[in-house]
Nanobody, 126 residues
Framework: VQLQASGGGSVQAGGSLRLSCAAS????????LAWFRQAPGKEREFVAGIAWRSNSKAYADSVKGRFTISRDNAENTVYLQMNSLNVDDTAVYHC????????????????????WGQGTLVTVSS
């Protein structure tokens, strides 16, 4: 599966952005799609994930109530709606797919994900 992320940009604190991750190839029901982010000098961290079969969703504590992950099955696309952005949200955002059907939900470790898209930069200014 190939993943193409888009939608990053620059925004002021308090603003919103919506990221998109278009997947080419077959998305099987066992897959988990997720967003990770990596700020300069920091480890890549889990942001949000969605289970393709159940539509279950998981969020990092730092984004709960502000970010929403969703999917469009027909378009094989995953979205990340980001509201109330703050400077700590500045990072390169990556979408990823965990294709192992044995993975237990939720899958928050980047080591579980075997396909990655290129990143899209989100910059939040104060």
């Amino acid at each position: 599966v190939q993943l193409q992320a888009s939608g990053g940009g620059s925004v002021q604190a308090g603003g919103s952005l919506r990221l998109s991750c278009a997947a080419s190839g077959t998305i099987y029901s066992s897959y988990i799609l997720a967003w990770f982010r990596q700020a300069p000098g920091k480890e890549r961290e889990f942001v949000a994930g969605i289970a393709w079969r159940s539509n279950s969703k998981a969020y990092a504590d730092s984004v709960k109530g502000r970010f929403t992950i969703s999917r469009d099955n027909a378009e094989n696309t995953v979205y990340l709606q980001m509201n109330s952005l703050n400077v700590d949200d500045t990072a390169v955002y990556h979408c990823a797919a965990d294709t192992d059907p044995r993975t237990k939900w939720p899958s928050v470790s980047r080591y579980e994900y075997d396909y990655w898209g290129q990143g899209t930069l989100v910059t939040v200014s104060s």
